[in-house]
Nanobody, 130 residues
Framework: QAQVVESGGGLVQPGGSLRLSCAAS????????MAWFRQTPGREREFVAA???????????DSLKDRFTISRDSAQNVKKSVYLQMNSLSPEDTAVYYC????????????????????WGQGTQVTVSA
């Protein structure tokens, strides 16, 4: 059974760093892309970063690209993992961070919209506070 599991969230002081992990396992078909989104209460889920699996191409939200970096596990195994390195964190980065998996080939995909992804993890809370 397919499963998407995030980890690595927690409480961090302003200016600190965190590394989130996401593992997608149990997929019998192809994974085309994986991404990170975040959401705060009362707001829509917003795009953070994405990685197109076959090419390794990465995309980042413009306002975050100097501080956040998505990467993947280079090992060739059944479980696919992506990471989100977050640096210079501020209270505005406080949110639940979700990992998303795209399993349907979508010509012209932008990878920036939640509806482009079929599977989601439960989310991991990141709180930036002194």
């Amino acid at each position: 059974q397919a499963q998407v599991v995030e980890s690595g969230g927690g409480l961090v002081q302003p200016g600190g760093s965190l590394r989130l992990s996401c593992a997608a396992s149990g997929y019998s078909g192809r994974i085309y892309a994986m991404a990170w989104f975040r959401q705060t209460p009362g707001r829509e889920r917003e795009f953070v970063a994405a990685l197109e699996w076959s090419s390794g191409m990465t995309l980042h939200r413009d306002s975050l690209k100097d501080r956040f970096t998505i990467s993947r596990d280079s090992a060739q195994n059944v479980k696919k993992s992506v990471y989100l390195q977050m640096n210079s964190l501020s209270p505005e980065d406080t949110a639940v961070y979700y990992c998303a998996v795209q399993t349907v080939y979508t010509p012209g995909a932008t990878y920036r919209f939640a509806q482009e992804y079929e599977d989601w993890g439960q989310g991991t809370q990141v709180t930036v506070s002194a």
